[in-house]
């Protein structure tokens, strides 16, 4: 990282006020077919071009360009996130800066809100894991009155059984028998899948959970284990919010300053 910041502060323009798409492509460190696609998708202004039909950058546009490098390289934490990045990022493409700086505000609001909502579930959680053992329901319920209860399909929660999140007795038919113990492990395990958090980062807690272990359920949800290879955002949530809510920070910092240099 420290070498390609030193490459681009290399770049100059010792005859023009201009900057080349190579040249732009150097700053953001992209390639400069995606420098000419941003300006096709509207992430920069439609550029003027020179007389044989090149691209001309100003300054103001090399820090449209790094805007949205910052806001649209990589993923986002959902499309509520993610459309709100591209649009704040169109808006200053259009010149309007100030209304730009207000939904980077805004932005930055809503990704503090994920990391929020994560980090709630995480102290529910906690002290969902060191309960004291809850009575058994009686009498019974089925798969079919659990799944309108919880809010999904009984095809749901035979899958979460298929891949291990939790084991529920059966009678002597053979047919699934929900206890409180059961009904409230769903739960736990809704919450935690519609917060953000994958499937493997949720079966690797309930699976340290059913060891007997007492376990730092932020930790354990946060850190994937060394046999887990294809990992996801999801798989380190908490620390992927932590790096959105930087970068949001950061978008605001530098609309912040395009605003205060604006000729």
Sequence with gaps: MAKRTVQRNRVSRPHSPYFTTAQVALIAGMHPNTVR????????????????GYRLFMQ??????L???????????????????????RRAAS??????????????????????QAEDVVVLLQRWAHRADIPAVEPPRYIGSVAREIGLSPDSL??????????VPRDKRGYRIYGTVEVERLRVIRLLLRSGYSSM??????LRLDSGESIDVRHV??????????????????????????????????LTRMLSIKP
């Excluded at 899958?159 to 291990?164: I, Y």
Aim: aromatic share 6%; proline share 5%.
């Design 37 to 52: 696609l941003y300006e096709q998708w509207g992430f920069l202004r439609p550029l003027p071009r020179s007389a044989g």
């Design 67 to 89: 805007l949205a490098r910052t806001a649209l390289h990589g993923g986002w934490p959902g499309r509520d996130v993610r459309d709100s990045a591209i649009a704040l990022v």
């Design 95 to 116: 010149g309007d800066l100030p209304t730009a700086l207000c939904q980077a505000r805004q932005h930055l609001e809503l990704v503090r809100a994920e990391r929020k």
């Design 221 to 254: 949800l946060d850190t994937p284990r060394p046999d887990e290879d294809a990992l996801t955002a999801a798989d380190r949530w908490l620390t992927f919010l932590g790096e959105q809510e930087v970068r949001a920070t950061t978008l605001v910092q530098m």
């Design 60 to 65: 103001k546009d090399v820090d449209q360009m």
């Design 158 to 167: 035979r899958g979460w059984e298929r891949d291990g999140l939790l084991r």
């Design 201 to 206: 980062a949720v079966l690797r807690m309930v």
